[in-house]
């Protein structure tokens, strides 16, 4: 019987069958799941089982889990929200399961779509919207990695798109060698033919061989006696041959080996317009044609269109590489055409290896270079609907704020001096806490005032144990790891900003029941972080709230209070909540920067 992943509700129970692989490529069979409720599992049909974990969106989640039967395992989510609060779009639950004999196994649901409330449909706009900004400022941040290579997660980017990403290469080598052979086959071109023997006038032989003799002797029409010493002596009499068998040699550039580059490199740019069109027609196509198990409850709606957007992003950027070839690959096969020969024949094998292609240093570049092509297997690109394995709401905001943070910052004049990415250590093994694998440490200056900006920093709570150069740690266990810290430098003073960035509404960031609230992370922040070198806390924290809502105020400020107003404005704007989002626009985000690079 095959592993099922049975899927409990109040009210419902789905049953989810678990393939070692999926094909994300097919959406007609996902299972509609609800971003608002709350699931346990049963893991079905598999024994002996040491160890459960449960991934979703590339993170662990936390879970608790207990041997029921020989054969089925109950699996509850240790959190108070749903499993898919900050899932959009498509996604899939992925169970590694440990053995007692130490094997192990990753097994994979079926695409499950992910159906949002109909009154949170504006999230949708607005997630699209960033998507579209993180995708022209700085495409990249949405192709992390996964945060552990052992995992053999089956998506698109890893599937078909690592594919691309394969052929990219291949592509980008063989155009490199191209370039670098060229000046050679300039100069190098031509090549001596075979011989070719023609009857000709015996002064232009240049050398006696045995095919010249075999002529005249059996064609003595062609001999005039002489009267000096020389020539052939028959019956007392010499003779010389007017005519003979004669040798030529050309240099040509005609040549199977020249006809087998040009015709190379004139199959590698077809296959190229043929990716091309491959790629535009499908995202031409691009529309979303999503088909159920069941019908999404009536109060709900499928998030299809960040889908949609994630295609758009991954093979715009695709087609954009291609375009490029095609026009590199133009013109690499005109110069060839010109220096060679011209050829428009589509190899479908690997030639004859040739002595030239053999031992002749860039023939045989060349040459390794079609075994290549002709060995790796090509594929084509999905013509029906795809899937990626998306970021979760919180890191696509994430995203969106760091590109907001950097963009402030230039625009408030600073000039960035470099950026790179500094790997921070973790004292405890829990999946939340990854580096990040692109640049997360920026350095800008404006006169006499540097000022660095941290993503996903580390705060520790030992005092001596500083990292990238951040002076602060945490009074209390452990550490902290807010998503954004800002550090300004004048002279010898120091002084720290942390941001944090929320993908939550107004109401849920002042609600002091909340973790992760506006009260929460003031006694986290500001009560519990002290700078090492003055022994002071932090004195200015804000948070980036992700979601708009109808309050008419884009910013909220902490200190607002009868005295706090009597106070000056860099007083009253060391902490509150801002808006920032596309609607909301960029322009309290540069205020509270200024705030606090001018206290």
Not at 177 to 202: G, H, I, R
């Amino acid at each position: 019987m095959k592993p099922l992943l049975e899927m409990c509700t109040n009210d419902s129970l789905t049953e989810l069958e678990l393939f070692y692989e999926i094909d994300t490529n097919d959406l007609r069979r996902s299972h509609v799941v609800y971003q608002d409720v709350k699931y346990d599992f049963k893991l079905k049909n598999i024994s002996n089982i040491s160890n459960i974990e449960m991934i979703v969106n590339n993170e662990n989640v936390d879970i608790v889990w207990k041997k029921e039967a020989e054969d089925q395992y109950f699996i509850e989510v240790s959190r108070n929200s749903s499993l898919f609060l900050l899932s959009y779009g498509m996604t899939e639950i992925i169970v590694h399961v440990e053995f007692f004999d130490g094997d192990e196994q990753y097994l994979f649901t079926e695409p499950l779509s992910v159906a949002v409330r109909k009154e949170y449909e504006k999230s949708i706009e607005s997630l699209y919207e960033m998507l579209n900004v993180i995708y022209h400022k700085d495409d990249m941040l949405l192709y992390q990695s996964k945060p552990d290579n052992r995992r053999r997660q089956i998506d698109v980017y890893n599937k078909v798109d690592n594919r691309l990403e394969v052929e990219i290469d291949e592509l980008r080598l063989i155009l490199q060698t191209l370039q670098k052979n060229f000046p050679y086959f300039l100069k190098n071109s031509c090549q001596l033919t075979e011989t070719k023997y023609c009857v000709d006038s015996l002064e232009k032989i240049r050398s006696l061989e045995a095919k010249n003799i075999q002529y005249i002797v059996t064609h003595p029409e062609e001999l005039n006696e002489t009267y000096n010493s020389n020539g052939i002596y028959i019956n007392n009499n010499r003779f010389i041959p007017r005519k003979t068998l004669v040798g030529v040699r050309e240099y040509t550039r005609n040549t199977y080996e020249n006809r087998i580059i040009v015709s190379f490199i004139w199959t590698v740019l077809t296959h190229i317009k043929t990716r091309k069109e491959e790629i535009t027609n499908l995202l031409k196509k691009n529309e979303i044609d999503v088909h159920t198990k069941a019908e999404a409850k009536k109060d709900y709606v499928l998030c299809t269109k960040i889908i949609q957007q994630y295609i758009k992003i991954a093979y715009t950027r695709y087609e954009e590489k291609f375009i490029e070839f095609q026009k590199q690959f133009s013109a690499i096969y005109s110069q060839y055409c010109l220096a060679l020969v011209k050829e428009t024949t589509i190899l479908n094998k690997v030639p004859e290896p040739t002595p030239t292609f053999l031992e002749i240093y860039h023939y045989r570049n060349v040459f390794q270079l079609i075994n290549q092509w002709f060995g790796n297997s090509k594929f084509r690109v999905p013509q029906n609907n795809i899937l990626l394995q998306f970021s979760n709401a919180d890191r696509i905001y994430e995203y969106y704020c760091l590109l907001g943070l950097y963009g402030s910052l230039l625009e408030l004049g600073f000039e960035e001096i470099y950026e790179r990415r500094e790997a921070y250590k973790y004292k405890v093994n829990y999946t939340k806490f990854e580096n990040t694998e692109q640049a997360n440490t920026f350095y800008f200056k404006k006169d006499s005032m540097y000022v660095t900006l941290y993503y996903q920093p580390v705060i520790y709570s030992d005092q001596t144990s500083t990292t990238n150069s951040i002076d602060l740690f945490r009074t209390d266990r452990f550490f902290y790891t807010p998503d954004f810290i800002l550090k300004r430098v004048v002279g010898n003073k120091t002084t720290y900003a942390i941001i944090d960035a929320k993908w939550r509404n107004r109401n849920t960031l002042l609600d002091k029941k909340k973790e992760g609230g506006m009260q929460d992370l003031v006694y986290k922040y500001l009560y519990s972080v002290v700078n090492a070198t003055t022994m002071q806390s932090v004195d200015f924290l804000w948070l980036l709230q992700g979601k708009d809502d109808n309050r008419d105020m884009k910013m909220w400020i902490q200190r607002n209070g009868t005295k706090s107003r009597q106070q000056n404005e860099s007083f009253r704007m060391a902490s509150g909540i801002v808006r920032y989002t596309p609607k909301s626009g960029g322009e309290e985000l540069k205020k509270i920067i200024n705030a606090f690079l001018n206290r």
